[in-house]
């Protein structure tokens, strides 16, 4: 078997967790890159717009790596349909959470296959943060059928399925439409067509309940094979602090879909996995337990802040931000050995964490 495959979760990442694969860190640095080229490129004008063009997103904000291997095509707005109640405070808004992006030939060659990657971020306003608390259960057969009667969390489906209203600026269709269109667009590219193609989809708490989501539709509705074609697309999610999503109606309808696979990656002192405190809700994948408290604790004037990204980096022996390198699926490769420190945008996306620990310098976060 490949190995970009076994990396993917073909194998249920069966003798990669346990010690930890370097290649698998690597990897998963890799999508904690990609989840955070979003919040730290908002435009400074409107921050719920991408400062740069598609083409243009990873270049301009020197994303040398990135740049290499993919290309984005497709951004991805959500709408917060808030409830009429508090309309009048908090107005409805929609606002950048995502995009979609392909390998390039030369990150073809590197990746071992031509990845389609779906990147979305963390919570970034009040009104998402509403959304975050809508945590009742609600049907979702509308998207994955009717047999196990699948139930998942309002908020979360409410941003993934409502259109998009405003500014006419902005895509109007719901971020549902918009990434199905997108994965459609690519897996039938004529370009691609003799290409195995693989589908990536990450994304960091808000975001990776989105991912998990956006996943588990694109597989259970085949949205993961060309048209008039028997091949299949392998899925695999990536997911950084995840909340839980949906029930055991919706665990029902994961667990039959063999074409896709998902591992979250948890952070040992974080809470967010564990909300809602519901006992109907249920995860779903294969958990990656890492902890980054023994840095925290020795940085104390920090602030308690086990959520965020770049503790999620250090919990993956990774000390700066930009530590994954050009690999090619006979095992990681390196290109380059300079090994580049970034300074950490101050940004709430980045999930500096939790309503119970705050410092006047951060801000909670799903």
């Not at 990147?119 to 009104?127: A, F, I, Q, V």
């Not at 259970?220 to 028997?230: L, T």
Request: charged share 25%.
């Amino acid at each position: 078997m490949d190995q970009w495959k076994k990396l993917s979760g073909a194998e249920n990442w069966n003798g990669l967790l346990e010690p930890r694969d370097k290649d698998l860190e690597n990897l998963l640095s890799l999508c904690i890159e990609s989840i955070e080229v979003i919040p730290d490129s908002v435009s400074h004008h409107d921050k719920r717009k991408p400062a740069h063009q598609e083409k243009d997103l990873f270049s301009e904000m020197g994303k040398k790596e990135l740049e290499k291997l993919y290309t984005v095509t497709h951004y991805i707005y959500a709408r917060s349909d808030v409830p009429s109640l508090v309309n009048r405070i908090v107005k409805d808004k929609s606002a950048w959470i995502g995009y979609v992006a392909v390998a390039t030939d030369h990150g073809k060659e590197v990746l071992g296959r031509r990845d389609i990657l779906i990147c979305w971020r963390g919570t970034n306003s009040k009104t998402e943060w509403l959304k975050d608390f809508e945590c009742s259960l609600i049907s979702a057969s509308e998207i994955f059928g009717k047999t196990h009667n699948p139930h998942v969390h309002k908020g979360f489906l409410s941003l993934y399925k409502s259109p998009n209203i405003e500014p006419p600026s902005y895509n109007k269709w719901s971020a549902r439409q918009q990434v199905l269109h997108a994965v459609k667009t690519l897996v039938n590219k004529v370009n691609y067509r003799d290409e195995e193609i693989s589908i990536t989809v990450t994304g960091h708490s808000l975001g990776a309940a989105l991912a998990t989501l956006s996943a588990t539709d694109i597989v259970a509705n085949k949205h993961n094979r060309r048209a008039g074609s028997d091949k299949v697309c392998m899925v695999t999610a990536f997911v950084f602090a995840t909340p839980k999503v949906g029930d055991k109606g919706f665990r029902d309808v994961f667990d039959q879909l063999s074409e896709l696979h998902l591992l979250r990656i948890k952070n040992k002192l974080d809470v967010v996995p564990k909300l809602p405190p519901f006992p109907a809700y249920e995860h779903v994948g294969i958990k990656l337990k890492i902890k980054s408290y023994k840095e925290l604790l020795s940085k104390l004037k920090e602030g308690l802040h086990f959520h965020g990204l770049k503790q999620h980096l250090v919990g993956l022996g990774r000390t700066t931000r930009s530590m994954f390198h050009s690999y090619k699926m006979s095992g990681f490769e390196e290109e380059n050995q300079t090994q580049r420190a970034f300074g950490w945008a101050a940004s709430d996306s980045l999930g500096i964490l939790h309503p119970v620990y705050f410092t006047r310098s951060m801000q909670a976060q799903w």
